[in-house]
């Protein structure tokens, strides 16, 4: 609940909401809602404008809290674009990470919900049981719930919840197996939440 709240603030921050926490951002219990301004003391002082340094710094922290990343992952990915000219690859690989197919497929309400499953062993790829939230996918790699935890209380609706979920072209799902699959490498994705060609000028730098 802390750190959901310590990213809450970071939204706050940014002034704009990043979904963080599924649902609950399109209701009043947003923090963008209940609390519009800046946190701390000095939070209701009106917004001035950024500079472009500030721009891009901006840009670079949304996706960080958005995708969960560290520091070192999100220099790493942007630093190896840059470096090798696929800067228009760089959504693609972040969509790629194994916490965001897992909220892509609908099988958590979100990323952050979704390192959590991860992270405690509920989720297998291609049948073995993985838990590192920034694993990569692959195309074929086939994603679904271990058995063991499939009667558990989170995943029960999830057989409803995925047949109503938006799904990006790249992926599939089998709704008979309750499995997921990644059929292509998630090209020309759009992200209206950051400017991901501010953050490749700021590691450009």
């Known amino acids: 609940m802390a750190r959901i709240k310590a990213k809450e ?55 960080k809290v958005i995708y969960g990343l560290k520091e070192a ?9 840059v470096r090798k000219g696929t800067a228009s690859q760089v959504l693609g690989t972040l969509e790629r990470r194994f916490d965001n197919v897992i909220f892509r497929l609908g099988f958590a309400p979100s990323r952050i919900v979704a390192r959590q499953y991860i992270s405690h062993g509920h989720f297998m790829i291609n049948g073995i049981k993985t838990n590192i939230p920034s ?5 074929g790699d086939v994603i679904s719930v271990k058995p063991s935890s499939k009667d558990l209380l989170i995943f029960k609706e999830l057989p409803n919840t995925i047949k109503k979920h ?9 709704f008979d197996k309750m499995e997921g699959k ?4 998630p090209i020309n994705v759009e992200e209206e939440l950051f400017n991901i060609n501010l953050v490749v000028d700021y590691y450009s730098r």
């Open 135 to 139: 694993y990569r996918a692959r195309i």
């Open 73 to 81: 992952q999100i220099r790493k990915i942007f630093q190896e674009a």
């Open 166 to 174: 938006d799904l990006p072209d790249w992926l599939t799902i089998n």
């Open 182 to 185: 990644v059929k292509s490498l």
């Open 9 to 63: 603030k970071k939204e706050r921050s940014l002034g704009v909401k990043l979904f963080l926490k599924a649902h609950r951002c399109n209701s009043p219990k947003c923090a963008m809602v209940r609390h519009a301004t800046k946190p701390g003391m000095h939070g209701k002082r009106r917004r001035q404008s950024a500079s472009e340094f500030g721009q891009q710094l901006a840009e670079k922290q949304k996706i």
